[in-house]
């Protein structure tokens, strides 16, 4: 139980254009879902976290405008990287967990490179 | 703010010993710690995790150890195996949910 999937798993993209990540709870209701960037060799860093039905709220210094996070339903959470830029390569997992529960249920990643 | 300090940051053992991993947080607050095993290109799996009102736990091979008194945990891994080289992360939380993670130990098992 307690599986969250990721697609794509990998993409590549040419800077200055969008591409969706998606982030799905497969067979659980997400109270909340969090996504996350991971430089190689590096730890995870908290980008943002989303409610079902409300707005992201976003870490400091992650712009909301450029990481867009929207939350439709409890399977579904999609982020969004807007006019990427090659810095904006990296890895980026996103978790899920559902109500009185400490758990996160971490996605196998998406690997995004931006030529 | 709040801090996960992890060493070490490499770890190398031989096969069939055992490795500990440490961490300490800096918010009192914390109540729930898990740990993570990360392979290479994957996300984490959560491998185990302990509460505040508990000060061990064991699964198998794996156990942790909590020190609230002093805000430290700790990961021990018994008669290690090569399929235990990943990268090990913790993470500290409170009532926010949100993660605090470690960051991270390499864990090379020689075989």
């Known amino acids: 139980g307690a599986v969250v999937s990721q697609h794509p798993s990998w993409v590549i993209c040419k800077s200055g254009t969008s591409v969706k990540i998606e982030c799905r709870s497969l067979?659980?209701?997400?109270?909340?879902m969090f996504w996350y960037r991971q430089f190689p060799k590096q730890s995870l860093m908290l980008m943002a976290t989303s409610n079902e039905g409300s707005k992201a709220t976003y870490e400091q210094g992650v712009e909301k405008d450029k990481f867009l996070i929207n939350h439709a339903s409890l399977t579904l959470s999609t982020l969004t990287v807007t006019s990427a830029h090659p810095e904006d390569s990296s890895f980026y997992i996103c978790?899920?967990?559902?109500?009185?529960?400490?758990?996160?249920?971490f996605g196998p990643g998406t690997r995004l490179t931006v030529t | 703010g709040e801090n996960v300090e992890q060493h070490p940051s490499t770890l190398s053992v031989q096969e069939g010993d055992s490795a500990v991993i440490k961490c300490t947080y800096s918010d009192s607050a914390s109540n729930y710690f898990p740990w993570y095993k990360q392979e290479l290109g994957k996300g984490p799996q959560l491998i185990i995790d302990i509460r505040s009102n508990v000060g061990e736990k064991k699964d198998q091979r794996i156990a942790v150890t909590l020190n609230k008194t002093a805000k430290h945990f700790s990961l021990h891994i018994t008669e290690t195996q090569p399929e235990d080289s990943a990268v090990y992360f913790c993470?500290?939380?409170?009532?926010?949910?949100?993660?605090?993670f470690g960051t991270g130990t390499r864990l090379k098992v020689l075989a």
């Open positions: 993470a500290a939380t409170s009532g926010t949910y949100k993660y605090i």
């Open positions: 978790s899920a967990r559902f109500t009185r529960v400490y758990e996160q249920y």
């Open positions: 067979d659980f209701q997400a109270t909340t």
